[in-house]
């Protein structure tokens, strides 16, 4: 169950408190569902009883409790804890976690991609100019990844299809003037010193109103880099499956696995992609590759059996969606134009 399938099922809890209940409030659009904040319970919360509470004029703790019931009959849910004034903290049963993994894992590089914008027929134009091009570049895969159809084009250059060309050509570099970095560099002057991924990273992490870094931070290969570390996380995924393999195991969702914060990153992916898509924000993407690869380096260490210990369920079960989350890193790095290597 991801994100916007909870979603949908708070919704129709909702709905059906207004009908059966007589609560005088009207059906939201849409509700909002996200993890439990440091201290919190359960997989996901959401606020939605204390925001109809203040609509209807009923204390939200009434609310709650009707949504609560309902929502612990739906599939997917183990249970519902409020806590505070109001808040609905959800638990999802093992059916929907080993669902989850399997969806990542079946749809491999296309899972988030899905038809939000699809029939929509989009330009993305931009300045000659090195950030701007690279932004408009990966705007455009990010669109193209929700259905939409794209065409990036550079105001100044005839051809529109060189913007296509990845910003390691040199071709680039001779096309694109300095652009607003620091030390007015070239893209020329940055592909040479820090390669193409770093630029790209460096380019599209920052939101667009923020300045971009284009200092040696970029070639620290240490995990204070937020690039090396979400590309060690890739490759740390697939070691484990060479790992495991070695000791005669293979990833399989077969029992619940205690990582939250990992199952709540991959089931959010999605719908990080439709926003960044409908925000054209691929710093919105980069961000959540960020904290993907920190809740993945926080439980990798449980994968692989320890000294004397035999493979087991949990060992199967904890490297799938180790794969998962490297399927995740992998997928939004594409989309990003960044490599995903798998030796790093």
């Known amino acids: 169950?991801?994100?916007?399938?909870?979603?949908?099922?708070?919704?129709?809890?909702?709905?059906?408190?207004?009908?059966?209940?007589?609560?005088?409030?009207?059906?939201?659009?849409?509700?909002?569902?996200?993890?439990?904040?440091?201290?919190?319970?359960?997989?996901?919360?959401?606020?939605?009883?204390?925001?109809?509470?203040?609509?209807?004029?009923?204390?939200?703790?009434?609310?709650?409790?009707?949504?609560?019931?309902?929502?612990?009959?739906?599939?997917?849910?183990?249970?519902?804890?409020?806590?505070?004034?109001?808040?609905?903290?959800?638990?999802?049963?093992?059916?929907?976690?080993?669902?989850?993994?399997?969806?990542?894992?079946?749809?491999?590089?296309?899972?988030?991609h899905g038809d939000s914008m699809s029939g929509q027929v989009l330009r993305c134009r931009h300045r000659r100019e090195v950030r701007a091009a690279v932004v408009a570049d990966s705007v455009g895969r990010i669109l193209r990844s929700q259905g939409a159809l794209v065409r990036v084009t550079c105001d100044e250059v005839p051809d529109p299809d060189w913007v296509h060309l990845r910003v390691a050509t040199e071709y680039l570099a001779g096309c694109v003037g300095p652009g607003p970095v620091p030390a007015a560099r070239s893209a020329g002057d940055l592909l040479r010193r820090f390669g193409p991924d770093a630029v790209r990273w460096a380019l599209l992490r920052p939101a667009g109103h923020d300045r971009p870094h284009t200092g040696d931070e970029l070639l620290i290969q240490r995990e204070s880099n937020p690039l090396f570390r979400v590309r060690y996380a890739h490759s740390r995924t697939r070691a484990l499956t060479r790992a495991a393999a070695e000791l005669g195991f293979a990833g399989a969702y077969e029992e619940a696995v205690g990582a939250p914060?990992?199952?709540?990153?991959?089931?959010?992916?999605?719908?990080?992609?439709?926003?960044?898509?409908?925000?054209?924000?691929?710093?919105?993407?980069?961000?959540?590759?960020?904290?993907?690869?920190?809740?993945?380096?926080?439980?990798?260490?449980?994968?692989?059996?320890?000294?004397?210990?035999?493979?087991?369920v949990a060992h199967r079960s904890r490297l799938a969606l180790a794969q998962a989350a490297g399927t995740v890193l992998a997928g939004g790095l594409s989309l990003l134009g960044i490599d995903a290597p798998e030796y790093l």
């Open 1 to 112: 169950m991801t994100p916007a399938d909870l979603s949908r099922t708070v919704l129709r809890s909702v709905r059906r408190a207004v009908e059966e209940d007589g609560l005088r409030v009207a059906v939201p659009e849409r509700v909002q569902v996200e993890r439990p904040r440091p201290g919190g319970r359960g997989d996901y919360a959401t606020n939605v009883a204390m925001r109809l509470a203040r609509d209807a004029g009923v204390p939200a703790l009434q609310v709650a409790e009707a949504l609560r019931h309902r929502l612990t009959q739906s599939r997917g849910i183990a249970g519902v804890e409020i806590t505070g004034p109001g808040f609905l903290n959800i638990t999802l049963d093992t059916d929907a976690r080993h669902a989850l993994v399997q969806e990542v894992l079946q749809q491999g590089s296309r899972y988030g």
């Open 261 to 312: 914060a990992l199952l709540g990153a991959l089931g959010e992916y999605p719908a990080v992609l439709a926003v960044a898509a409908r925000q054209q924000a691929p710093d919105r993407l980069a961000r959540h590759l960020e904290a993907t690869a920190d809740a993945f380096l926080a439980f990798q260490h449980t994968v692989l059996p320890l000294g004397d210990e035999k493979p087991s």
